[in-house]
C-alpha cells in the first residue's frame, strides 16, 4: 500500500467485507478491528475503551499501516452484503393480479419485438441490408422510419445471411422515434426486459415478459457500495476522494451484474437476450451508476448533475444486457426526490385520483409525497438503513428467514413472530422491528425516550455486546440459528428513523395547511410496506392516527413502477409530466421541520393528541 | 514475419508506401522489387522479362520471405501517397461566390451554437444542471426539449463551475430533435464544422464557418487506402482477409486524421471546436470508414450493408473532431451510386431544375446521373484512378505544378503547358491528359485506337522506362524538376477510362429513349471537372458533342454537396428526396453497355458522326 494508506484502505483494495457506514471519515465506529500481530497506533474513538483500545482493538479507518499486520475483522464489523450474498426474493405481487393492471393500460412497451422473414435481394431487388430491414418493420406494421446503432449495423451483413433471412428485430419506442435495440436470428425466446430498483442499501432486478408483462424472475442484493459508506452523504464523500467515483460506479455495477447474472441462470436466458432495461433509483444512485458528478447534490443548494436523462444505450451505461438495449431512467425532481419515488408515485396511482393521498416510501431514505390529480408536494429526509437491517445487529433484508412481524403477548412470556416463508429466524426485518417497538413500548418494556426499561423486569431484558437487549430469540428456539435480539443502540437508529419520517409528514401537511384526517389515502411504498402493521406504525408515531381502511401497502413501488415503464408508453408519459408537477419541498432549510423532528424523538410525540 | 509472409506483408506491416494496385494478389505487376540481396524464389509475371528476373525483380505481394533480404523498392514501384505527402489545396470556388449561393437558403447549420449565460443556483432556482442548461436553451430560441450525450453530462457539473455558468453550447438539428453535440466555456472561436470528400483515391477535407458558410481552409491527401488496392474492388477484396476490415479502416482514418490536424494547426483550432461534420463518399468508401463488412458490394447481386446511415457520434466513426459532434453521411442509393454523386447531384441543383441535366462525376469511379425535377436515372462504371494521377507515369492530383491544360501548337514545337498556381511543371494532372489525347490525336500523333503513332516523326516521341512516350517536359526545361512524359501504358489507361464514361452515357440516353441533343445543362464534378476543355474532352469521344454553353464545371460537386449539409436544413431533406427518386441502373447487367463500351474504346467512337 502507498504510504498514508490505512487499514481500511487495504481492505477496500482487497475486497474484503469491511463495514465503513460513515465511508471511512473516522466518525461511525464501525469499522473496528483486533490488531493481532504487528505494531499500530491507537485510534482515539469514543467506542473503544481503554479496556479494548489494550486488547489490539482499533478503528481500521484511521489506522495506518506502517509494516506488516496481522488484522481480524470480528462479526460486526462485517457487511451483511457478504454474508447474506443475495437471496431470491419470494414475489409478493402474484402475476395475475399485475396482469390485471396491465390489462387498463394499452400494452406499449419500450422494445417491441418484430419477426421478420425478409426476401432474398435479387438483382431487381437490391436494396442495402438496412433498407431491406426497415421495409421489413414497415410491411410489420412499425410507424416511422426506425434508426440504428453502428454496432449493430456491422453485424447485420453476417446475420441476415446466416439465419436465412429469418430475423427477430427489437425496437425500442424512444421519444424521437423507433431505434433498433437488437437483432438476432429468429426464434430466441421470449422478448424480455430487466426492471431494476436500485436502492441505497438493497437493490432489486426483475426479468419481466414484455408481452403479457409477467415477471420471469426477481433477485434481490444489498449494494457493494455499503463498504463506501451506509447513507448517501457518505458515498457522495467516497466518490469525491481520488478515483472513488470510478471505484463506486464499478461497485454499483457488480451489485447489479450479480442479480443479472443470477437472474438469467435461473431464467435459462443470455444477457443479449434482454432488450431493455428500466431503472428507479435515487438521485445519487443514479449518478454514482453514471459516473455523473454527485458532489453538489450534499452541498447547499444541493444541485444534481441532472434529474432528466436521455433514454441511454445499455454498453454507455455498463448495465449487462443486450449492448445497443435503451436503458430508460425514471426522472427525479431534485437532489433528495429521485426517479424511485416517482417510479412509486406512477404505479400508486394517486396523480390520476381525485382523493387526497400521501405516499410514502421508507428506505435508506424516506420520500414522502402529498396530493392528488389536482397537486403535489414532495419531501426527503434522511432515515438511515435501520429498517433494511443495516447498523442492527441482528438486521437483516426482508428474505426468507427474516422476522417480519411481532406481537408480544405478556410482559414475560416469548414473544410470537412471524417469519418471510416460515423459514426459521435469522433477523429481523423493518416490519418486525415496528412491531417490537410498538409492543414493547405497549408492555411498558420501553419508555416514551425509547429507552429500555430495566425495572419491567422482563426475563427476556438480557445484555448482548455490551449493551442492554431485548430477546427475540435464543439460539435454537424453534430453530433459530442463533440468538435474536434489539438493542438500545438499535432502538435508538429506529427512533431517529421514525421521527425523521413523522416530522416530514407533518411538516408537509403544514406547508399544505392540512390535517392529517383529511388525507384519504396512505400508499406505504418501499420494503418497509411489505409486511408492516399499521396499527404498531401509528403507535410509535410514524404514520399518522387514521382508520385502518385508509392505509395501502404498495410492496416495492419502485420495482413496480420501473415495471410499468418497460411495458407503457403512457406510463412513461405521465411520469414526465409527474415530474414536471410535483413541488418540491426541502426539508433541510425548513424552519419547522427540525421542531417537528425534535418533538418527534418522543414515543409517540410530545404532542399526545 | 509469420510464415507464407510476403516482402508485400512485410512492407505493409512497416509502413512502407509500396504501390499494390490490385491489392497484393499478383495480377497488376505494381509492386515489382529488386532483391538485393538474400535467396527468394522467382515470381512469374508478363511484366517480369527474364533479363528483370535475373537482376533479382521480384513481385513483393508473390515473393516469400523465408529469410533476411535487402530488397529496393524502385521509384516506379512507391505509392505516391507517401512522395506527394499532402498539399494545401487552392480554393477554386472563391468565398464571395459561395456565399452568394448561400444566401438563397435559410441558414439552418447542422450544428447551431448559442451563448448562454445562466443564473446561478440557489435554494429557490435548484434545478439540476442539465435542466438548468435546458432551460437557457429554450429562453434562447431552441425549439424542442434537447437531448445530451452521457459524457458531456459528465463534464457538464465541473465546466458550468468553471466558466462561472457562461456556456457556448452546440446543438444538433437531428432529424429525432435537438441534440447537445458539445459544451465548452463561452469565448470561443467560432461554430465550426468538417466537410469531407472521402474519395478512393483523393480525400479532400474543409473547415467551414457554420454561421458564414465561409471556407476557413481546405486540404487534401491521397488516401492511405492505396496501399491495399486502388480500385474499389482490390479494396473490399483486401477487407476481407484477416485483418483487413481493421486494417483499411486504420488507414482511411489516418488519412483523415492527417488532412484535419494540418486543418487545424492552421487555422489556429483545437479538436474540439469543431462540433460537425458532413461525409460525401461512395458506398464503399463508407463502408470501410465505418467498418462495415463491404464484402457483398463486389458479389452479384451487390447488396451494401447499408445505403442510409443514421447521423452517428464523432466518437463512433473515429473522426478526429468533438466527440459527440454530429457525423452526417449524404446516402447512396445502390452499390455503386454512393453519396459522394448524391452530394454532387444536390450541390448542382438539377433536382430543382426543369431542363434535362447531365451529371457527370468522373473519379476513380464514374457516377453519371441523368433527369430533371421530374425523374432522374444514376448509374455506375469503373474509371480507375487514371485521372487522379494513380497509375500514370507522370500523374499527380490536382496541385500546385500539375500541367492542367495542354495545347500542341505543331508537330515538332513543345506543347504549350499550363501549370496549377503557375508552379513549375511537376507532373499530369486529369485535365491535362485529357487534353494531351485530344491533342495528340488532332496532329496526327496518336491514332484512333489510342497509339502513339512512331511514323509521325515527331521529335518529342521518346521512349521512358522501355516504353514509348510523348515528352511534355523534359527535366529543366521551364523549370520542370524532372522528366514529364506520357507512355503509351498511360494511353491505353486514358482510352479505359474515357470509353468507360462514354459507354455509360450512351447506354443511359438510351435506356431513356432519349438523344445527346436533348441534353440542355451537362455538369461536370469530380477532380477532373476542375480545369477540363469541353472540347478536348468531345474530341476524344468521351463527352457528348453540344454546344460550349450547355456545359459547366462543379468543381469538387461531392464537398460542396458535404457544405451544404453541413449548412441547410433544406439540403438535408433534399438529399433524401433525392435518393428516394433517383432509379440506379446497373451497368454490369446491362447488355447493351458492353457494347457501348467495345464501341468506344475508339477515338472518338466507331460510330464517327
Known amino acids: 500500500m502507498n504510504d498514508g494508506a490505512t487499514v481500511y484502505d487495504a481492505a477496500l483494495a482487497a475486497g474484503l467485507p469491511l463495514r465503513a457506514d460513515c465511508g471511512g471519515k473516522g466518525t461511525c465506529g464501525a469499522c473496528a478491528v483486533k490488531i493481532e500481530a504487528g505494531a499500530c497506533l491507537p485510534t482515539p474513538h469514543p467506542s473503544i475503551t481503554p479496556d479494548r483500545e489494550k486488547k489490539g482493538c482499533r478503528l481500521a479507518c484511521r489506522a495506518a499501516v506502517t509494516g506488516d499486520l496481522a488484522v481480524y475483522i470480528p462479526e460486526e464489523s462485517t457487511l451483511p452484503a457478504c454474508n447474506v450474498d443475495f437471496e431470491t426474493i419470494v414475489l409478493t405481487e402474484d402475476d395475475a393480479k399485475r396482469r390485471d393492471a396491465l390489462a387498463g393500460l394499452v400494452p406499449s412497451p419500450l422494445v417491441r419485438r418484430f419477426a421478420l422473414s425478409l426476401p432474398h435481394p435479387t438483382l431487381e431487388d437490391n436494396l442495402g441490408d438496412m433498407e431491406r430491414l426497415a421495409r421489413g418493420l414497415k410491411l410489420a406494421g412499425l410507424p416511422g422510419e426506425p434508426t440504428c446503432p453502428l454496432d449493430l449495423m456491422q453485424q447485420l451483413p453476417a446475420l441476415l445471411r446466416l439465419s436465412g433471412w429469418r430475423l427477430d428485430v427489437s425496437v ?345 384526517e383529511e388525507i384519504r389515502r396512505v400508499v406505504i411504498a418501499g420494503r418497509l410496506g411489505e409486511a408492516i402493521d399499521a396499527s404498531n406504525a401509528i403507535a410509535i408515531g410514524m404514520l399518522p392516527n387514521l382508520p385502518p381502511d385508509r392505509f395501502e401497502y404498495a410492496g416495492n413501488g419502485s420495482l413496480w413502477g420501473a415495471n410499468l415503464l418497460l411495458l407503457s408508453r403512457e406510463a412513461r408519459r405521465e411520469i414526465i409530466r409527474l415530474a414536471d408537477r410535483i413541488t418540491y419541498l426541502d426539508l433541510s432549510t425548513n424552519p419547522g421541520y427540525m421542531n417537528e423532528f425534535i418533538a418527534s424523538l418522543f414515543i409517540p410525540h410530545t404532542d399526545a393528541t
Not at 444534481?304 to 438495449?325: F, K, M, V
Not at 381525485?354 to 428506505?363: K, P, R, V, W, Y
Not at 426499561?453 to 431484558?461: D, F, I, M, T, Y
Request: proline share 4%; aromatic share 2%.
Open 172 to 516: 425500442a419506442d424512444a421519444a424521437q422515434g423507433p431505434e433498433i435495440a437488437a437483432v438476432s436470428a429468429a426464434g430466441g425466446g421470449p422478448p424480455v426486459g430487466l426492471a431494476l430498483d436500485l436502492g441505497t442499501t438493497t437493490v432489486v432486478g426483475e426479468l419481466v415478459d414484455l408481452c403479457t408483462g409477467a415477471c420471469i424472475r426477481r433477485a434481490a442484493a444489498y449494494n457493494r457500495q455499503i463498504s463506501c459508506g451506509t447513507d448517501i452523504i457518505s458515498r457522495i464523500v467516497a466518490a469525491g476522494s481520488k478515483g472513488g467515483g470510478e471505484r463506486l460506479r464499478a461497485l454499483a455495477l457488480e451489485t447489479i451484474e450479480r442479480i443479472v447474472e443470477r437472474l438469467l441462470a435461473q431464467a435459462g436466458l443470455e444477457r443479449g437476450g434482454v432488450t431493455a432495461a428500466a431503472v428507479a433509483g435515487n438521485t445519487t444512485m443514479v449518478h454514482l451508476l453514471l459516473g455523473l458528478d454527485a458532489e453538489r447534490i450534499r452541498l447547499e443548494p444541493y444541485i444534481p448533475a441532472a434529474n432528466r436523462l436521455p433514454i441511454l444505450r445499455a454498453a454507455e451505461t455498463g448495465l449487462p444486457i443486450a449492448p445497443s438495449a435503451p436503458v430508460l431512467f425514471a426522472p427525479g425532481i431534485g437532489s433528495y426526490v429521485g426517479g424511485d419515488v416517482l417510479a412509486g408515485v406512477l404505479a400508486c396511482g394517486m396523480g390520476r385520483a381525485g382523493d387526497l393521498t400521501l405516499f410514502i416510501d421508507a428506505g435508506t431514505n424516506g420520500e414522502i409525497v402529498l396530493g392528488n390529480r389536482e397537486w403535489m408536494m414532495g419531501c426527503a429526509c434522511s432515515t438511515g438503513p435501520a429498517f433494511e437491517g443495516i447498523g442492527i445487529a441482528c438486521g437483516m433484508m426482508a428474505a426468507p428467514g427474516a422476522v417480519e412481524a411481532v406481537a408480544i403477548g405478556s410482559r414475560d412470556g416469548a414473544p410470537q413472530v412471524t417469519t418471510i416463508a416460515g423459514a426459521p429466524a435469522r433477523g429481523l426485518c423493518g416490519s418486525g422491528m415496528i412491531d417490537l417497538m410498538a409492543q414493547l413500548f405497549a408492555r411498558g418494556i420501553l419508555d416514551r425516550k425509547g429507552l429500555l426499561v430495566s425495572e419491567a423486569k422482563c426475563p427476556r431484558l438480557v445484555e448482548r455486546g455490551g449493551h442492554a437487549a431485548y430477546l427475540v430469540r435464543e439460539k435454537g428456539e424453534d430453530g433459530a440459528a442463533k440468538d435474536i435480539y434489539l438493542t438500545d443502540v438499535d432502538l435508538k437508529k429506529l427512533l431517529l428513523t421514525k421521527a425523521a419520517i413523522q416530522a416530514a409528514i407533518r411538516t408537509l401537511l403544514a406547508e399544505a395547511g392540512l390535517a392529517a
